[in-house]
């Protein structure tokens, strides 16, 4: 009961919210992550190993070297180095000759599902689990007809799938299975590193993930068979100066881009345990706040602490997530609606049978109940406590808060007619 006392006590010395008070906590936008920068002497030195052997792309040597490490890293048969995770979901997909549907989740960035639409096959939006957050295998079994060639499921925030599951769903039925772990870079589960679960696994390197590239992002499996088929695909289907074989484009990794993964590649581990003190400090306010709930994380798991999300339940926490997201912006703290709208709503989608939302209760329910708090390695304590503040600030002003938003509503609609 000490920490009740405690957090009342706090609570009432709180000033109040910027949306009551006009003034913001912070005076410059606190925005959800800031990409991390190499040493600059390290990243100079590779640029000039480019610039003096002119060798800017195509099997380069710095991406060989990139993909060497992250083979390594990531524990798996191969890595081959993508221009982005998106293009590398599309050859993942194309190199495993699927036909028909693919069983993916609603609750993700728009890429996964597009990679399906891209391949000519058929998303089929299966419910999530809403404790994990992850594809409900028990649901995704009933969803699984004739048609069916594979699952994507996405290890949502890094939090892995469930993985054993899934596998046995894949084995009775014959399905291939492509993991999106754009979020899961490092994670490890059961002993395992995640990528090695699957037929093939896909990693994102954008700017905005844990570990980066610029643009980038991989394909990850267990053998030479896959590693060949998936490398053609990346490299237009040329299989040497006289043949062509596949329909192939252009996923190629720029030697720049690998000049950053390589300089960024050793920052990482120190990346990964500020972000976990950073969630530590997090969870130290927030963890027992009434009104806010946690993604349940899948055990046996060692984490990469890639994001930081909560939940809010409206009836417990006085605000809805739409209207804490108001509240935090209002104080320049641009936390994000991670996954809203949920894939299963966008135009492309919506008209798809499996789209309907009351196939999909809880990915619709938690669409509207998350949100993504700032996290990055360069963040600053001081910060993590002026973030908690706000987010506590807010529920302790809560009816007001609420007011103020609806009043802004209004007139934002008045001024709009
Ligand atoms: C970032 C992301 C992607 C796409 O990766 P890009 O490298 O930006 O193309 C795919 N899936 C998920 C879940 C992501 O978060």
Redesign the pocket.
């Known amino acids: 009961m000490s920490d009740q006392h405690t957090s009342s006590a706090s609570l009432a010395s709180l000033r109040p919210p910027a949306l009551l008070s006009g003034t913001p906590r912070f005076a410059e936008p606190m925005h959800l992550t800031r990409p991390r920068v190499p040493h600059e002497r390290m990243f100079a030195e590779l640029i000039a190993s480019i610039f003096r052997s002119r060798w800017f792309t195509n099997d380069g040597t710095l991406v060989r070297q990139l993909e060497e490490a992250l083979q390594h890293r990531l524990g798996t048969g191969f890595c081959a180095a993508f221009c982005?995770?998106?293009?590398?979901?599309q050859v993942a997909l194309r190199s495993l000759d699927l036909s028909g549907e693919v069983i993916t989740t609603p609750f993700?960035?728009p890429?996964?599902v597009h990679a399906i639409e891209w391949n000519g096959l058929t998303p089929v939006f299966c419910d999530i689990d809403p404790e994990t957050y992850n594809l409900d295998v028990s649901r995704a079994a009933e969803l699984v007809s004739d048609r069916t060639s594979a699952l994507l499921p996405?290890h949502?925030f890094g939090n892995p799938c469930d993985v054993t599951g899934i596998d046995r769903l894949a084995e009775q039925r014959g399905l291939k299975v492509v993991y999106?772990a754009?979020?899961a870079f490092d994670v490890v589960h059961r002993g395992r590193p995640i990528g090695c679960w699957g037929s093939l696994s896909?990693f994102?390197?954008?700017a905005?993930?844990l570990f980066h590239t610029g643009?980038?992002?991989a394909v990850v499996g267990p053998d030479d068979v896959m590693r060949r088929r998936v490398s053609l695909l990346r490299n237009f289907g040329i299989v040497n100066e006289d043949e062509v074989c596949g329909v192939g484009l252009n996923g190629k990794l720029s030697e720049l881009h690998a000049a950053l993964g390589i300089a960024l590649f050793e920052l990482v581990d120190e990346e990964i345990r500020a972000r976990e003190r950073l969630t530590a400090r997090y969870n130290r306010s927030l963890a027992a706040v009434e009104g806010l709930r946690f993604q349940c994380r899948s055990a046996d798991t060692l984490p990469n602490y890639a994001y930081y999300t909560v939940e809010i339940e409206e009836e417990r926490f006085g605000l809805s997530r739409d209207e804490l997201h108001i509240a935090l912006r209002a104080e320049n703290v641009l936390a994000r609606k991670y996954f809203y709208p949920l894939c299963s709503q966008n135009e492309p989608y919506k008209y798809l049978p499996s789209a309907e939302p009351a196939k999909l209760p809880n990915a619709n329910r938690l669409a509207s109940r998350i949100l993504c708090l700032p996290l990055y390695g360069e963040l600053q304590e001081e910060d993590v406590d002026k973030i908690i503040e706000c987010v506590l600030a807010a529920r302790a002003a809560a009816p007001s808060v609420r007011a103020a938003v609806a009043r802004h509503a209004l007139l934002a609609s008045g001024s709009s007619a």
């Open positions: 982005n995770g998106t293009v590398a979901l993700t960035f890429a996964t996405v949502v999106d754009a979020h896909v994102s390197f954008h905005t993930k643009e980038g992002g």
